[in-house]
């Protein structure tokens, strides 16, 4: 019987060969994918039987890289307008000058159709999770009196349109999103600082 793959082997390798797709094309043989990670043909079909589980493996893995990195940028605050703006420019921080990898990977599994839905449907449920605590603090922001009245649920959403949106303006353009963060700051979330009411 075969041994089950060592995860942080298996997780290195798929880095490895997103890094190659991405730079030789998904049309790349097997034989010549496996050639370029320095391994035989056989053993990257035992570890990925498609190239879709390549991608998905590495998504996985930096998706939960950034939620590590992103977190920590987030813990620094307590005002729930600070935490929102430390999200956004946590993730854009994370990806800087890397942001091609993500939009490789996402436009990877979206071609391949294989789990297609079953991924997104992951997905959506951690950045849910993720959605509905920064919201429910916008709230309770609201009734302490630290929030200006807004709509919880679409001030998050706009922040996350905002973030993915400028990834791939960063890939097609090269935007400096310095002058962005400043504007979406000082126009949308700073405004909706308060502080509490004297009681």
Same mark, same amino acid.
């Given at each position: 019987?075969?041994?089950?793959? =060592?995860?942080?082997?298996? /997780? ?8 190659? !797709?991405?730079? =030789?094309? !998904? ?16 053993? /990257?079909?035992?570890? #990925? ?12 893995? /930096?998706?939960? *890289?950034?939620?590590? #990195? ?21 993730v854009h921080a994370f990806?800087?000058?890397? *942001? ?26 951690? #950045? *849910? ?10 709230? =309770?922001?609201?009734?302490?009196g630290t929030v200006a +009245? ?13 973030? +993915?949106? #400028? ?15 400043? /504007? ?16």
């Amino acid at each position: 019987m075969a041994r089950p793959p =060592e995860p942080e082997k298996r /997780l290195e390798l798929a880095r490895q060969a997103v890094e190659v !797709l991405e730079r =030789e094309g !998904l049309d790349i043989s097997t034989s010549r994918l496996a050639e370029a990670l320095g391994i035989n043909r056989s053993t /990257l079909l035992y570890h #990925f039987p498609t190239r879709a589980r390549i991608i998905e493996t590495a998504l996985e893995a /930096l998706l939960t *890289e950034q939620a590590i #990195f992103v977190l920590a940028r987030i813990e620094q605050h307590s005002h729930p307008i600070d935490r929102l703006y430390a999200q956004l420019r946590a993730v854009h921080a994370f990806h800087a000058g890397r *942001e091609g990898r993500i939009v490789f990977m996402s436009q990877a599994i979206a071609a391949s159709g294989e789990r297609m839905a079953s991924i997104i449907a992951v997905g959506n449920q951690v #950045f *849910e999770a993720s959605r509905r605590a920064a919201a429910d603090r916008i709230r =309770e922001g609201i009734a302490s009196g630290t929030v200006a +009245d807004c709509d919880a649920d679409a001030l998050v959403n706009t922040i996350r349109a905002v973030t +993915d949106g #400028f990834m791939v303006q960063r890939v097609m353009t090269g935007l400096d999103l310095g002058p962005v963060h400043e /504007l979406i700051w000082e126009h949308l979330l700073r405004p909706l600082k308060r502080q509490p009411e004297a009681t």
